[in-house]
């Protein structure tokens, strides 16, 4: 174990182990060094290397070591791995490609932690690299193919490969240090082999244009710099690869094919030869709304208006809202207001605050005679909140509406009338309106038909716009399970459809979302609210599935998502 003088409490956790480990602790400028030190403070006949964040699968070391006993010409062994979060969970999967010169020439073939070598790699090749700053352990595979090395590899999982803020996988985020990334790998192919492949000239000209600033989602003169950029490095690696015009034209189709792959599976990437008065708006209209918390610059919120009289009707049902609040007095008027406002006489409003100190309390002093119940004192939380609201509600229809959020005009006449219309549906729920703070509009969500089965992937119901019957909350027990902080919606939302209720999504925008940097939504959806998330899934689906699954499952609604949003925005479909 080679520690790189780290100052947390790395070195005490390496103290516990001393009776079965070799450990050191030296100041090292790269990756590369520390694991060279290792190798040679290292006895075994068998070698590898795991970087601290990564973890071997178990019985891994046991299946190499049989298969190197029983293989004895093999030098190499690799299998596959799996990329994984902060908490084991996986994310994806790394499925090793058989290792030929070809394919290592155009990718790297496997996970660094899956491989395993025998001494005598080192003996005959030497160690690793140490001016390799971003992918030495690419520059030691293509040293071993390029040496007539012998691979083998082995068809099951070896490693875990961990994913998480600030170690190197993550770096994919960053345009700059991918584009670094791809210069060093393609000096690395020209070093180690005579010719130089048009896929990595190609990938060397993009990461180029894009670490001088041009980007290939929207700047017009990416594709003017990405065919120089290369032209200019393969002059420099001096292997004369693109000396003749057919090798130019091949370089240009293979960009061409490239980008028109790329906008195959987002068409959005073409605006970029639009300029940028047209293109910008176009590249807007193509984005898929849906999960993303603003689509445009704030503008005046414009809603349907519609709404009833005061008049009681005899079979006019009543409905009861509650809103948990704490210390969001700058909204909690405008919330109010939105749900008072809406004249509808049979309405039983409560409010449960949280002992509020920013002024609440005396905001719904203000308001106490619009109230059937209001309370402001600790609790538990937003979830023990709207369990305390609801002991106070008799209402046949019920719903809760957060503290800065708003509901639309006329949305409650609309939901009795729907409810009386279509007896079989149990919750309902509309369209969503984002606002900022200032109560600005900035996007839309349109969402397409109810699909049941993806509710248990993802969260897509608006929580402000979701109504139910008295009935439907009896049947899951009429309590919100008070053991979630940040997704209680979605695991109410998944009781109502393990009870076998019926969901409508209803043509209508019925509220407005408000976005801020203070909200529960974007304050710990990473943290809370994603183990929360990992819960549910786990407990519906049986297992934490992969982002791949994830978007397997996500794209035929998000297909669904992007023609109703399309279909909306062009005036073809209208909602209110």
């Given at each position: 174990?080679?520690d790189?003088v780290?100052?947390?409490?790395?070195?005490?956790i390496?103290?516990?182990?001393?009776?079965?480990?070799?450990?050191?602790s030296?100041?090292?400028?790269?990756?590369?060094?520390?694991v060279n030190?290792?190798?040679?403070q290292?006895?075994?006949?068998?070698?590898?290397?795991l970087?601290?964040?990564?973890v071997?699968?178990?019985?891994?070391?046991?299946?190499?070591?049989?298969?190197?006993?029983?293989?004895?010409?093999?030098?190499?062994v690799?299998?596959?791995?799996?990329?994984?979060?902060?908490?084991?969970?996986?994310?994806?999967?790394?499925?090793?490609?058989?290792?030929?010169?070809?394919?290592?020439?155009?990718?790297?073939?496997?996970c660094?932690?899956?491989?395993?070598?025998?001494r005598?790699?080192i003996?005959?090749?030497?160690?690793?690299?140490?001016?390799?700053?971003?992918?030495p352990?690419?520059?030691?595979?293509?040293?071993?193919?390029?040496g007539?090395?012998?691979?083998?590899?082995?068809?099951?999982?070896?490693?875990?490969?961990?994913?998480?803020?600030g170690?190197?996988?993550?770096?994919?985020?960053?345009?700059?240090?991918?584009?670094?990334?791809?210069?060093?790998?393609?000096?690395?192919?020209?070093?180690?082999?005579?010719?130089?492949?048009?896929?990595?000239l190609i990938?060397?000209?993009?990461?180029?244009a894009e670490?001088?600033?041009?980007?290939?989602?929207?700047?017009?003169s990416?594709?003017?710099?990405?065919?120089?950029n290369?032209?200019?490095?393969?002059?420099?690696?001096?292997?004369?690869?693109?000396?003749?015009f057919?090798?130019f034209?091949?370089?240009f189709c293979?960009?061409?094919g490239?980008?028109?792959?790329?906008?195959?599976?987002?068409?959005?990437?073409?605006?970029?030869?639009?300029?940028?008065?047209?293109?910008?708006?176009?590249?807007?209209?193509?984005?898929?709304?849906?999960?993303?918390?603003k689509?445009?610059?704030p503008?005046?919120?414009?809603?349907?208006?519609?709404?009833?009289?005061?008049?009681?009707?005899?079979?006019?049902?009543?409905?009861?809202?509650?809103?948990?609040?704490?210390?969001?007095v700058?909204?909690l008027s405008?919330?109010?207001e939105?749900?008072?406002?809406?004249?509808?006489?049979q309405?039983?409003?409560?409010?449960?605050?949280g002992?509020?100190?920013d002024?609440?309390?005396q905001v719904?002093?203000?308001?106490?005679y619009?109230?059937?119940h209001?309370?402001?004192?600790?609790?538990?939380?937003?979830?023990?909140a709207?369990?305390?609201?609801?002991?106070?509600?008799?209402?046949?229809?019920?719903?809760?509406?957060?503290?800065?959020?708003?509901?639309?005009?006329?949305?409650?006449?609309?939901?009795?009338?729907?409810f009386?219309?279509?007896?079989a549906?149990?919750?309902?729920?509309?369209?969503r309106?984002?606002?900022?703070?200032?109560?600005?509009?900035?996007?839309?969500?349109?969402?397409?038909?109810?699909?049941?089965?993806?509710?248990?992937?993802?969260?897509?119901?608006?929580?402000?716009t979701?109504?139910?019957?008295r009935?439907?909350?009896?049947?899951?027990?009429?309590?919100?399970?008070?053991?979630?902080?940040?997704?209680?919606?979605?695991?109410?939302?998944?009781?109502?459809?393990?009870?076998?209720?019926?969901?409508?999504?209803?043509?209508r925008?019925?509220?407005?979302?408000r976005?801020?940097?203070t909200?529960?939504?974007?304050?710990?959806?990473?943290?809370v609210?994603?183990?929360?998330?990992?819960?549910l899934r786990?407990?519906?689906?049986?297992?934490v599935?992969s982002?791949?699954?994830?978007?397997?499952a996500?794209?035929?609604y998000?297909?669904?998502?992007?023609?109703?949003?399309?279909?909306?925005?062009?005036?073809?479909?209208?909602?209110?």
């Open positions: 174990m080679v790189g780290s100052d947390d409490e790395s070195r005490q390496l103290q516990r182990y001393d009776d079965c480990i070799t450990w050191t030296e100041s090292d400028h790269c990756q590369a060094q520390a030190r290792g190798f040679a290292s006895r075994g006949e068998i070698l590898g290397w970087n601290s964040d990564d071997f699968q178990p019985g891994a070391l046991r299946q190499v070591c049989d298969f190197f006993r029983s293989h004895p010409d093999v030098d190499v690799y299998g596959n791995a799996d990329f994984i979060d902060e908490d084991g969970d996986p994310i994806s999967p790394y499925r090793a490609r058989r290792c030929r010169r070809s394919g290592l020439l155009r990718r790297i073939s496997f660094q932690p899956a491989v395993f070598f025998r005598r790699i003996e005959r090749y030497g160690l690793l690299d140490e001016s390799v700053m971003y992918r352990d690419y520059e030691y595979w293509l040293r071993l193919c390029h007539g090395a012998k691979f083998a590899q082995l068809t099951v999982q070896l490693a875990d490969c961990r994913v998480h803020d170690n190197r996988c993550e770096w994919a985020v960053n345009s700059r240090l991918i584009a670094a990334e791809k210069l060093e790998c393609t000096n690395l192919i020209a070093k180690r082999f005579d010719v130089l492949p048009t896929r990595w990938a060397s000209g993009q990461a180029m670490l001088h600033g041009h980007d290939r989602i929207s700047s017009i990416y594709d003017r710099n990405v065919l120089p290369a032209l200019r490095e393969a002059r420099q690696l001096d292997r004369g690869t693109l000396t003749q057919s090798d034209v091949r370089l293979n960009h061409v490239r980008e028109l792959m790329a906008i195959l599976r987002r068409p959005h990437v073409a605006t970029r030869f639009l300029p940028n008065a047209l293109g910008r708006p176009i590249q807007r209209f193509l984005r898929r709304k849906i999960f993303r918390l689509h445009h610059t503008r005046p919120l414009a809603v349907a208006t519609d709404r009833r009289s005061d008049r009681v009707d005899s079979d006019m049902p009543v409905i009861s809202i509650v809103t948990p609040s704490f210390n969001q700058e909204y405008h919330t109010i939105s749900i008072v406002n809406q004249k509808y006489a309405l039983e409003y409560i409010v449960q605050d002992g509020s100190t002024g609440s309390a719904l002093e203000n308001h106490s619009q109230f059937k209001w309370c402001s004192a600790p609790d538990g939380g937003q979830s023990q709207i369990n305390l609201g609801m002991q106070h509600a008799t209402g046949e229809i019920m719903a809760f509406l957060n503290s800065d959020d708003i509901l639309l005009p006329g949305s409650l006449d609309y939901v009795v009338e729907y009386r219309q279509n007896p549906i149990d919750v309902l729920y509309g369209h309106v984002l606002i900022d703070e200032s109560g600005a509009e900035i996007g839309r969500w349109v969402l397409p038909p109810h699909d049941d089965k993806l509710l248990a992937w993802v969260d897509y119901i608006p929580q402000e979701m109504f139910w019957r009935s439907a909350w009896e049947t899951i027990g009429a309590k919100i399970d008070e053991s979630f902080h940040f997704a209680l919606d979605w695991d109410l939302i998944l009781r109502f459809r393990a009870a076998g209720l019926r969901f409508a999504r209803v043509p925008f019925l509220g407005a979302f976005v801020s940097d909200q529960k939504t974007n304050q710990f959806i990473h943290s609210g994603r183990l929360e998330m990992k819960r786990k407990q519906h689906l049986g297992r599935p982002n791949r699954e994830m978007r397997r996500m794209r035929p998000l297909r669904r998502h992007w023609l109703f949003d399309k279909l909306y925005l062009l005036g073809i479909i209208k909602y209110q």
